[in-house]
């Protein structure tokens, strides 16, 4: 019993201390994958930028990112936990991707649903224009055939009035002789019953004159509803062509979003860079990275050659010209 209690403690803080090892590792990968990410956007930026001061900071920049990797790898070497952070770093890298594309996914899949939104509108204010159309070419349609219907009904009672007369002048001049009274008697029912057709003729073409205008109105106001939904159409696709523009917008902005720590991480070490400079020019030309790490590894400035902005020296210069 008493050789199982100190082997059990042995046993415990073993494991204490392999669990210490192994957590220590995986927070070294975070951090060196993070600072990796900083680096490359710098490095992205001084490729845009002319040769000169500006690119010269953020050089400087860079090479406190080298430094502090650096100084990541040689605590992991010795501490043995090499594998465990190169692990985690990876890890969080592809963590870090996937966050900015399903950002990105998210984005373009608003936009689609947008732009189906708007083209399902358009469709909806097309039928519901020609619907419209539909139903005022019925309308005229209608107004045109009681229109000739009525004209219809006039002539047959015009008609039917002047056979009513020829028919009453015919009784009263049956058997008599021509000429007489009843002869100019008959003349006027006749220029009556000539009247009564001019006027039903008259009423007739009137009535066929409205309902031709009926259908010319009807005919524009049909135009008039289908230019109508055209323009609901035209503006249902413009909206729908700027919310998808909106939308690759956004979907820039959120791959964007993954690097805006590195912003303020960039800010902060631009501010460092420049106070750590004092604004005077180092001899030689080399960051003030480089110049801590040559003496550190007891490397000769004026023997390297330098590999940065105009000839500048850095971090990676002086370490690779340290392995030689």
Known sequence: MTDQGPN???????????????????????????????????????????????????????????????SMEQAAQDAGVEDAMEQASQQTLEQMQQVAQGAAQQAQ?????AAGQAQQVAGQATDQAGQVAGQVQDTAGQATQQAQDTAGQVTDQAGQVA???????????GGQQQG??????????GQVAQGVQDTAGQAAGQAQEAAGQAT???????????????????????????????????AGQAQ??????????????GQAAQQAGGGQQQQPNATQAAEQKAQELNVDLSQVQGSGAE??????????????
């Open 8 to 70: 059990l403690q042995q046993q415990m803080q073993q494991q204490a201390m392999e669990n210490a090892q192994d957590f220590y590792g995986k927070s070294l990968g975070r951090i060196k994958s993070q600072s990796q990410n900083y680096r490359e956007q710098l490095e992205q930026y001084a490729q845009q930028l002319p040769e000169g001061n500006e690119q010269a900071q953020i050089q400087e920049m860079v090479d406190s990112y080298v430094e502090l990797e650096s």
């Open 109 to 113: 899949d608003a936009a689609g649903q």
């Open 163 to 173: 056979g009513q007369a020829q028919d009453t002048v015919g009784g009263l001049t």
């Open 180 to 189: 007489g009274p009843l002869g100019g008697v008959t003349d006027q029912v």
């Open 216 to 250: 010319d109105q009807a005919g524009q106001v049909a135009g008039q509803a289908q230019d109508a939904a055209g323009g609901a159409a035209q503006q249902a696709q413009d909206t729908a062509g700027q919310a998808t523009d909106q939308a690759g917008q956004v």
């Open 256 to 269: 964007d979003a993954a690097g805006g720590a590195a912003q303020q991480a960039q800010d902060t070490a």
């Open 311 to 324: 000839g500048r020296i850095t971090v990676r210069d002086v370490i690779a010209a340290s392995n030689q």
